[in-house]
């Protein structure tokens, strides 16, 4: 079945596995899918929030079984385009690096840096099929809107905007990395979200990311470096914030995916039509079948 074929279009939440538990959340399904990249971090849980349907999909599995360096990107995004998501809110745990962005914080970021070591994993183009997407804006400004808009609704201290770096992990940063992201201007510093907004720009779903603040990393000396029970503390406090915020946002979105990341690939695609492969058409058949 081609479950991108919906005729509503849904929405997408990336995180951890309690963020569906929410008031008045109808459960309709829980759809387990592969694809040619491999199985998804976990079954998806399509869930009914208001008037709209939204697939919820833990990052680390839904046991949290999955390093940050063994999430399986491609599948996870891939599964949701199937799904007929076209709008994806990316829920994530960061650390600070300003003094101003306090532990439990949320950032809405508008940049980010990867500095991944995996960077064929984090596209779902070549082997026959050549494309370059932009990223120069790499989040959704619309959605991102929502999401400031909605956590200044719930009264949570919210930092506009902010560049996100990425590291692989799944060990804690070195002081003297630390340092290396504050002189390079960086705010927060995660291990997940870089490859999801790459890939949900190349699968022309509008994506923007709550990123809440667990700790100030270890560059601040009068602080206690971060640590993993330090991190769970403020984790549990940050979840029923994007609850509340995940909550408003759904309705503010709207129902047919017109923003211009849901047209990423219009002049993003090298390779000439004729040149594509069949097999690499039926992988990426979700991402392509609008192009006849």
């Known amino acids: 079945m081609k479950f991108y074929?919906?005729?509503?279009?849904?929405?997408g939440v990336i995180g951890g596995s309690g963020l569906y538990e929410l008031p008045g959340v109808e459960v309709i399904d829980e759809l387990t899918l592969d694809t040619s990249f491999?199985?998804?971090?976990?079954?998806?849980?399509?869930?009914?929030?208001?008037?709209?349907?939204?697939?919820?999909l833990p990052r680390h599995g839904k046991k949290h079984t999955i390093a940050p360096h063994e999430i399986n990107h491609r599948s996870n995004i891939l599964t949701l385009?199937?799904?007929?998501?076209?709008?994806?809110?990316?829920?994530?745990?960061?650390?600070?690096?300003?003094?101003?962005i306090h532990p439990r914080d949320l950032v809405v970021p508008n940049?980010?840096?990867?500095?991944?070591?995996?960077?064929?994993?984090?596209?779902?183009?070549?082997?026959?099929?050549?494309?370059?997407?932009?990223?120069?804006?790499?989040?959704?400004?619309?959605?991102?809107?929502?999401?400031?808009?909605?956590?200044?609704?719930?009264?949570?201290?919210?930092?506009?905007?902010?560049?996100?770096?990425q590291?692989?992990?799944?060990?804690?940063?070195?002081?003297a990395e630390s340092e290396f992201y504050r002189k390079?201007?960086?705010?927060?510093?995660?291990?997940?979200?870089?490859?999801?907004?790459?890939?949900?720009?190349?699968?022309?779903?509008?994506?923007?990311?709550?990123?809440?603040?667990?700790?100030?990393?270890?560059?601040?000396?009068?602080?206690?470096?971060?640590t993993t029970e330090a991190v769970i503390e403020h984790l549990q406090a940050n979840i029923a914030n994007a609850k509340r915020i995940l909550f408003r946002a759904i309705l503010k979105i709207p129902h047919e995916p017109n923003w211009p990341e849901h047209f990423a690939l219009d002049k993003a695609i090298i390779t000439p039509r004729e040149?594509?492969?069949?097999?690499?058409?039926?992988?990426?058949?979700?991402?392509?079948?609008?192009f006849g």
Request: glycine share 6%.
């Open 5 to 11: 074929n919906a005729d509503k279009y849904r929405i």
């Open 38 to 56: 491999g199985l998804p971090s976990s079954s998806v849980l399509l869930c009914k929030i208001h008037d709209r349907e939204v697939c919820f």
């Open 81 to 100: 385009r199937r799904l007929g998501v076209r709008w994806l809110i990316c829920v994530t745990a960061v650390g600070s690096l300003r003094e101003e």
């Open 111 to 165: 940049q980010f840096f990867d500095r991944t070591s995996r960077p064929s994993q984090n596209t779902f183009f070549g082997e026959g099929i050549v494309a370059h997407v932009s990223l120069a804006q790499p989040y959704s400004e619309n959605l991102r809107h929502i999401l400031i808009q909605s956590a200044k609704e719930e009264g949570i201290r919210c930092h506009e905007a902010g560049t996100y770096v």
């Open 167 to 175: 590291m692989d992990g799944p060990a804690f940063s070195t002081r």
């Open 184 to 226: 390079m201007g960086f705010d927060i510093v995660g291990m997940t979200h870089a490859p999801e907004a790459k890939l949900a720009r190349e699968a022309e779903i509008a994506c923007a990311a709550l990123a809440f603040a667990t700790d100030y990393d270890c560059w601040k000396l009068e602080e206690e470096p971060v």
């Open 275 to 290: 040149k594509w492969t069949l097999s690499r058409i039926r992988i990426l058949s979700p991402l392509l079948d609008r």
